[in-house]
C-alpha cells in the first residue's frame, strides 16, 4: 500500500487547513496510522496517530488544535489543524506500520505565516 499526502499550502497565523493521506489499496487492516512533521533543520518529529478502532494520540504541541481521523471507505485518513501557528511549519508524512515495518509516504508542504 502507497500513501499519497496532500492538502498542504500557505495560511495564515490561526488558520486551518486539512490534510489528507490516500492509500493505494485498503487501510481497514492497518491497525496504526499516523502523521509526522519535519521543520526546516529539526528532526521528524510525531504528530498524531490513530488505531482502526479509533483509538487517537496526539503530540503535546498540537493536542486541543488538531485532529485526526480515518475514513476506511475511502482508504484515506485526515488530519484537520486548527489555529495553526509558524511552529507548525514543515513538511507533513503520513505513515503506517505493518509487519513491523513503517511505511512513509510522500510529504505535503505546511507553511505558516505570521
Not at 521543520?39 to 488505531?51: L, W
Amino acid at each position: 500500500v502507497q500513501l499519497q499526502a496532500s492538502g498542504g499550502g500557505l495560511v495564515q497565523a490561526g488558520g486551518s487547513l486539512r490534510l489528507s493521506c490516500a492509500a493505494s489499496g485498503s487501510i481497514s487492516s492497518i491497525n496504526y496510522m499516523g502523521w509526522y512533521r519535519q521543520a526546516p533543520g529539526k528532526q521528524r518529529e510525531f504528530v498524531a496517530s490513530i488505531s482502526t478502532g479509533g483509538s487517537t494520540s496526539y503530540a503535546a504541541s498540537v493536542k486541543g488544535r488538531f485532529t485526526i481521523s480515518r475514513d476506511n471507505t475511502k482508504n484515506t485518513v485526515y488530519l484537520q489543524m486548527n489555529s495553526l501557528n509558524d511552529e507548525d511549519t514543515g513538511v507533513y508524512y503520513c505513515n503506517y506500520d505493518r509487519a513491523g515495518s513503517r511505511f512513509w509516504g510522500q510529504g505535503t508542504q505546511v507553511t505558516v505565516s505570521s
